[in-house]
T-cell receptor, first 112, second 115 residues
Framework: DAKTTQPPSMDCAEGRAANLPCNHSTISGNEYVYWYRQIHSQGPQYIIHGLKNNETNEMASLIITEDRKSSTLILPHATLRDTAVYYCIVRVATTGFQKLVFGTGTRLLVSP | EPEVTQTPSHQVTQMGQEVILRCVPISNHLYFYWYRQILGQKVEFLVSFYNNEISEKSEIFDDQFSVERPDGSNFTLKIRSTKLEDSAMYFC?????????????FGAGTRLSVL
């Protein structure tokens, strides 16, 4: 699985958009980008994933660059409850038993 | 929304004792996992389980660990003789099948404290 690089921490004001970047320059053609988050010590929570097209769901949007070497997770209107560690994980979706390899992620602090 | 359920939420045990951590995966899921997270560290993969057998395990998952799906609904992690360094959050996860749309969902975790 390709390696990812994320900033260790970011701040965001409540109500503003939070844009969390992820670099995955060695991503291969069949690898997807997944985003999870972990609020305090709770279990990781799935947010969104994508291959090459931009994706949106009720939680967030995922923007993947055309060369697929980086992506951005967007929380359009961050709330205090979005304070968490956000993990970008790159992996092939259709083979193997698909363990997830977590890095250190980005610690997002949403402030009033 | 279906969820992965883990019990107990907190388990305290003495060093050398056996513990069993329990998980009820989402009902139609076929793939099961255990992860652990030592305080302040990364979430680490322990083991994956499919079709009633271990499909992959990490170096952490040594002979002291075992997993079982005893009755078609529960998925358990047993630590035979706990050590201080086994103190961690243990997360169970499950997934319906293969493919990009089959997401791995996690439980809230069991905090294991070994004294």
């Amino acid at each position: 699985d390709a390696k990812t690089t994320q900033p260790p921490s970011m701040d965001c004001a409540e109500g503003r958009a939070a844009n969390l970047p992820c670099n995955h320059s060695t991503i291969s053609g069949n690898e997807y980008v997944y985003w999870y988050r972990q609020i305090h010590s709770q279990g990781p929570q799935y947010i969104i994933h994508g291959l090459k097209n931009n994706e949106t769901n009720e939680m967030a949007s995922l923007i993947i660059t055309e060369d697929r070497k980086s992506s951005t997770l967007i929380l359009p209107h961050a709330t205090l409850r979005d304070t968490a560690v956000y993990y970008c994980i790159v992996r092939v979706a259709t083979t193997g038993f698909q363990k997830l390899v977590f890095g250190t992620g980005t610690r997002l602090l949403v402030s009033p | 929304e279906p969820e992965v359920t883990q019990t107990p939420s907190h388990q305290v045990t003495q060093m050398g004792q056996e513990v069993i951590l329990r998980c009820v995966p989402i009902s139609n899921h076929l793939y099961f996992y255990w992860y652990r997270q030592i305080l302040g560290q990364k979430v680490e993969f322990l083991v994956s389980f499919y079709n009633n057998e271990i499909s992959e395990k990490s170096e952490i998952f040594d002979d002291q660990f075992s997993v079982e799906r005893p009755d078609g609904s529960n998925f358990t992690l047993k630590i035979r003789s706990t050590k201080l360094e086994d103190s961690a959050m243990y997360f169970c996860a499950s997934r319906a099948g293969t493919g990009a749309k089959n997401i791995q969902y996690f439980g809230a975790g069991t905090r294991l404290s070994v004294l």
